[in-house]
């Protein structure tokens, strides 16, 4: 039985590195449509075209099982998402720049007195 279990060791090692890749493509995938769905207008046209495509190509490449392209369709996708976010994060600093500095609010200033009331206590049983 070992003789067998080591016979398979390496058949075993590609099978499971198959599913993990092919199960972090799917991951990905998920991922990638959530956040499009969720972000909408937020990213600009030009970098979700970018998403878009590279997205589909993964999508045909998880479809179809082929391994060893999955790290580069990956990648391609995670790449045009990063672009995307840093546009959209870079949007925000813009439109946050013009915000007055100072108190929020609703914010409340902690002053360093200390407001602790020793008890006694008994403990039933």
Avoid: C, W
Wanted: aromatic fraction near 4%; avoid cysteine.
């Amino acid at each position: 039985m070992r003789d067998e279990a080591k016979a398979n060791e390496d058949a075993d090692k590609k099978a499971k590195e198959r599913a993990d890749k092919l199960n972090h493509a799917d991951s990905v995938i998920f991922q990638t449509e959530k956040q499009l769905n969720e972000l909408g207008d937020k990213i600009p046209a030009d970098k979700k075209s970018a998403i878009e495509s590279a997205l589909e190509r993964l999508k045909e490449v998880h479809k179809n099982q082929l391994v060893e392209d999955i790290d580069s369709a990956v990648k391609a996708v995670t790449d045009a998402f990063q672009a995307a976010s840093q546009d959209i994060y870079n949007a925000q600093q813009a439109a946050g720049a013009g915000a007055q500095a100072g108190p929020q609010p609703g914010a409340q200033s902690h002053n360093n007195e200390k407001d602790v009331t020793d008890v006694e206590f008994e403990e039933v049983k």
